[in-house]
């Protein structure tokens, strides 16, 4: 299993950047895509960008495509999430997590059982 911990998260004004990162640690993390989620008060939580295990695949949500960026570094262990030109519906908090099975790369929520804390973003009007 991987063990995740978000960071980056915070306050900032619509239009305004953050990148979120997520560290791992445990075995096979190479082996592993990674997605990130995002939950906001009232709403389901859905996946907004997921990474293949070698980086050479991404998947983002209509919502936040050509806004978000999504990469990784096995070396460092680490996945991020570069957010721009945020939008105040773009506040949530935003958890990095790993599937239950390498080399899948799922889109559906009940796929993925290591989970991080989360990590609140919030986005002014």
């Known amino acids: 299993q991987v063990r995740l911990v978000e960071s980056g998260g915070g306050l900032v004004q619509a239009g305004g950047s953050l990148r979120l990162s997520c560290a791992a640690s445990?075995?096979?993390?190479?082996?592993?895509?990674i997605g990130w989620f995002r939950q906001a008060p009232g709403k389901e939580r859905e996946l907004v960008a997921r990474?293949?295990?070698?980086?050479?695949?991404?998947y983002y949500a209509d919502s936040v495509k050509g806004r978000f960026t999504i990469f990784r570094d096995n070396t460092k262990n680490t996945v991020w999430l570069q957010m721009n030109s945020l939008k105040p519906e773009d506040t949530a908090v935003y958890y990095c997590?790993?599937?239950?099975?390498?080399?899948?790369?799922?889109?559906?929520?009940?796929?993925?059982?290591?989970w991080g804390r989360g990590t609140q973003v919030t986005v002014s009007s």
């Open positions: 990474i293949r295990w070698g980086g050479d695949r991404t």
């Open positions: 445990g075995r096979s993390f190479d082996k592993y895509s």
């Open positions: 997590a790993a599937p239950s099975h390498i080399w899948s790369e799922p889109l559906k929520e009940g796929l993925f059982d290591s």
